[in-house]
């Protein structure tokens, strides 16, 4: 009932950056936490998958200490929208990356949806 949608990945060279959008979409009543998190190429299917950055409906952000400093998360909510501007990449940022949310559908239920991914590429 809840779509998210991703964009924004590809290859970039060392030092280089991107920027990923994921939208929201479908029966939403109210968007609360957005989160990035990524999948390393070789990682256990098993193991789970790193969160990367994190933003509240009032806008509060954490990052993992891997990605301080060079990602920055933020959102916009008339657009059910986040995003991820990563900087200074780096060749062990190359992952699948997925935008996840929860909140609250029209139907009062809770959700939880996730994105279907994006790959991110850095390498010269």
């Known amino acids: 009932q809840v779509r998210m949608v991703e964009s924004g990945g590809g290859l970039v060279q060392p030092g280089g950056s991107l920027r990923l959008s994921c939208a929201a979409s479908g029966s939403i009543l109210s968007l609360n936490t957005m989160r990035w998190y990524r999948q390393a190429p070789g990682q256990d299917p098993g193991q789970e998958r790193e969160l990367v950055a994190a933003i509240t409906s009032g806008g509060s952000t954490n990052y993992a200490d891997s990605v301080k400093g060079r990602f920055t998360i933020s959102r916009d909510n008339a657009k059910s929208t986040v995003y991820l501007q990563m900087n200074s990449l780096k060749p062990q940022d190359t992952a699948v990356y997925y935008c996840?949310?929860?909140?609250?559908?029209?139907?009062?239920?809770?959700?939880?949806?996730w994105g279907q991914g994006t790959q991110v590429t850095v390498s010269s």
């Open positions: 996840q949310a929860e909140g609250i559908l029209r139907s009062d239920y809770p959700f939880d949806s």
